[in-house]
């Protein structure tokens, strides 16, 4: 992971453009079939492609039409409204985009939303509510195991993933296996802590 | 991003069908997505070869000693199988110590051994000179770049990119057999003749043909309890390899009856140390001459100012695997 984060924002904003640029251009009003058919263009580029699907998120089927592109993570946020999923880096690095995919903790940010149909997609959002917070929640608040907030929902759903899993054995295993969600706040040690704390609450 | 057709082919033989040209597979996406977010990789179509439906491709199978695993199977999936752990730790080993839980979720072990190197020139195209994205067009890592991460072993004037994955160097050491679905039919590869060195072309990174879908990977024998995957880099988790070994043992009482060793973050292709398994065959496991084995594995090495460490470190890597497999109850 040597690249820096600013060069590849550079990236692959321009390269979002270049693809949203040529697709509007091309597109017809009547392009919404379940897989558009292409038929390439003169110039041999492809065009546009929308697809409707419907995805289960936090129990509720919801149905769109998505650009192919779309990831996971963007649909969510931008679609549906549900901004709880950050973006961080958006090239699987950090883990603020982790989402529950069929119980299991995935990168949202790597996730085409396309590939989500058919699976079961809990969010943030879906994990507790603001009078009953998840156990993990009330954790993370009761141990202030954040300083800024950007990375906790992440940390959140990936830790509650972790114990389900059974992988928070120790300190060094619930370490190792939240290494995939970065906190540059470094509030590291309170979320070992939270963990921990959530653990009892979960299996007791 | 490009626009890209998105398909579910029901069936591994139609996924096959239509891949080939710009028609290139979709696993768990996790180097694919990355990849055409930095529009690296170009695909006008993918073909999302999670959801078929005519058989299992995932799976995890013991047949007395030989091991046979299927292409879709999960990262996470086979680090956590009880068995594998026990029977062959190294396999468990090099896919747990690899990239983050979250991404263990997703991505499958065909796609992993497919991943492409990290190499930041090849990641970023506003560098226009890359072999391996653009043939031809030169290298800018030999061209002044920053080579830290750059490989010492199987590079050429064209490329030193490094092969990063982990899984791939345990399969290589367990003398694994690639089992594919072409065009024309079924047909097995030895692991060890999957990927190309780059030679002057390094965008021909495997012999796979066109259409080819991996569909399991088999390991007539699989039974190693006495092994291990080191893997050093710069923090303790969720990085990739400066250095590594994946290495397997059998004694004879104190004589090695069989060894494997191969290495990682050092080469630009998953790295079988063949010459320093012969030079320990037969032989006590002593420091001394796990030190001469580990110069001979690294005595064709290349290195640049910035990557010259890895020498040093690859063997240091190679000798304390072997150590702590010797010192382990067999
Ligand atoms: C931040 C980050 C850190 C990482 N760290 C590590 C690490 O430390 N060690 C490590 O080993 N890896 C690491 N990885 C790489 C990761 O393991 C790979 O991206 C992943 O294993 C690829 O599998 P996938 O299923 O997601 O493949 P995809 O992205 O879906 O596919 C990869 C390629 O393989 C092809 N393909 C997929 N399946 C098949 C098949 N069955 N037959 C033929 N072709 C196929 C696809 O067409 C594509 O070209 C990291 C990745 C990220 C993003
Ligand atoms: S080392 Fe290989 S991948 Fe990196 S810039 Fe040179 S040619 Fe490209
Ligand atoms: S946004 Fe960083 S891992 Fe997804
Ligand atoms: S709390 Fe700020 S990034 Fe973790």
Redesign the interface.
């Known amino acids: ?3 820096t984060p600013d ?2 924002d ?3 904003r ?3 453009m ?2 949203g640029v ?2 509007a251009a091309i597109l017809p009003a009547s392009a919404r079939a379940q ?2 058919s ?1 038929s ?1 263009d003169a110039d041999g ?5 929308r ?1 409707n699907v419907t995805l289960d998120v936090n129990g509720q089927a919801r149905q769109l039409t998505i ?3 779309s ?1 996971l993570l963007d649909v969510l946020r931008h679609d549906l409204d549900l901004t709880g999923s950050k973006k961080g880096c ?3 690095q950090c ?1 603020a985009c ?1 989402v529950h995919i069929d119980g ?4 949202s940010c ?3 939303a ?2 989500a149909e ?1 699976h079961e997609i809990v969010t943030i959002e879906g994990l507790g509510s603001e009078n009953a917070l998840h156990p993990m929640q009330q954790a993370f608040v009761d141990n202030d195991a954040f300083q800024c907030g950007y990375c906790t929902p992440g940390q959140i759903m ?1 830790a509650v ?2 114990i389900r ?1 059974g ?1 928070a054995g120790s300190d060094a295993e619930i ?7 970065l906190c540059r706040c470094a509030a590291y040690p309170n979320i070992v802590a939270a963990v921990k704390q959530a653990k009892s609450g979960m299996e007791g | ?7 579910r082919p029901a069936t591994a033989a139609r996924a096959v069908a239509a891949a080939g040209g710009e028609a290139h597979f ?1 696993a ?3 180097t694919m ?2 990849l ?4 690296v990789m170009r695909p ?1 179509r ?1 073909l ?1 070869i ?2 078929l439906e005519d058989g299992r491709y995932d799976f995890i199978d013991w047949d007395g000693k030989s091991l046979r695993i299927g292409a879709l199977t999960a990262m ?1 999936t086979l680090a ?1 199988d009880d068995e594998v752990r026990r029977r062959v730790p190294m396999l468990s080993d090099a896919l747990w110590l690899a ?5 263990r ?2 991505a499958r072990i065909g796609g992993n051994v497919l991943q492409r190197t ?1 190499c ?1 020139y090849f ?4 560098y226009a000179q890359c072999n391996k994205r653009e043939p031809g067009s030169g290298c800018a890592a030999l061209d002044g770049g ?1 080579t ?2 750059h490989a010492v072993l199987g590079t050429s004037s064209a490329c030193i990119a490094t092969y990063p994955g982990d899984f791939a160097q345990s399969l290589i050491a367990l003398d694994a057999v690639v089992e594919i679905l072409g065009k024309d039919g079924p047909r097995a590869v030895r692991f060890a003749e999957l990927h190309r060195q780059p030679h002057s072309r390094p965008d021909i990174e495997t012999t796979l043909e066109e259409g080819d879908l991996i569909v399991a990977f088999s390991i007539p024998d699989a039974d190693f309890p006495r092994s291990r995957y080191l893997k050093v880099r710069d923090r ?5 390899a400066l250095a590594s070994t994946a290495g397997a043992l059998r004694m004879d009482g104190d004589v090695v009856a069989d060894i494997r060793i191969a290495l990682g973050g050092v080469a630009t292709v998953p790295w079988r140390a063949r010459e320093a398994e012969e030079m320990l065959k037969g032989s006590s496991i002593s420091e001394d001459g796990l030190e001469r084995a580990a110069e001979a594995a690294f005595a064709g090495a290349s290195t640049t100012e910035d990557n010259a460490y890895k020498v040093d470190l690859g063997k240091r890597t190679m000798v304390r695997t072997f150590l702590e497999l010797a010192r382990m109850e067999g």
């Not at chain 1, 580029?45 to 492609?49: A, D, F, M, W």
């Not at chain 1, 299991?104 to 990168?107: F, H, Q, S, T």
């Not at chain 2, 303790?236 to 990739?240: I, L, P, V």
């Open positions: 992971m040597s690249e060069r590849m550079f990236v692959s321009r390269g979002l270049k693809g040529a697709g897989t558009a292409s390439e580029t492809v065009p546009l492609q697809m650009d192919t592109r990831t958006d090239h699987g883990g982790t299991e903790r995935r990168l790597l996730t085409l396309a590939q058919g990936s993933a972790c899993e992988h370490r190792e296996y939240m290494s995939g969600n | 991003m490009r626009p890209f057709r998105y398909e979709l768990g996406g996790t997505v990355d055409m977010k930095l529009d006008e993918l999302d999670t959801q996470a956590d990239a983050s839980p979250q991404i979720k997703a990290r930041a990641r970023d195209t506003s920053v830290r991460g303790e988790s969720y990085a990739y």
